[in-house]
């Protein structure tokens, strides 16, 4: 059964820094690009972030220049570095290949950016 899982949410003050993780199976891994994606409290599921197999990335714009994606190939892992962190970054984060696959949806990691 394929797993991706994240972690390194938390709690964190408007300015604040976190780094999300994602593990992921290595077939996982290395076929796709992946991506990094939130959803808010009655808000639509959005791809902020996404890393290709050789590296290329890309952001939503509102994340532009605070967050940064990156992917460590010996460990599966993919990274979500954010800085800056803003109250509206609030939002239940998750990795998925990018596009999406619906089986591989996971519990995701909550970030709460408040004072």
């Known amino acids: 059964q394929v797993q991706l899982v994240e972690s390194g949410g938390g709690l964190v003050q408007p300015g604040g820094s976190l780094r999300l993780s994602c593990a992921t199976s290595?077939?996982?891994?290395?076929?796709?690009?992946m991506g990094w994606y939130r959803q808010a409290p009655g808000k639509q599921r959005e791809l902020v972030a996404a890393i290709a197999r050789g590296g290329a990335t890309n952001y939503a714009d509102s994340v532009k220049g605070r967050f940064t994606i990156s992917r460590d190939n010996a460990k599966n892992t993919v990274y979500l570095q954010m800085n800056s962190l803003k109250p509206d970054d609030t939002a239940s984060y998750y990795c998925?290949?990018?596009?999406?696959?619906?089986?591989?949806w996971g519990q995701g990691t909550q970030v709460t950016v408040s004072s």
């Open positions: 290595g077939r996982i891994f290395s076929s796709y690009t």
């Open positions: 998925n290949t990018a596009p999406s696959t619906r089986n591989y």
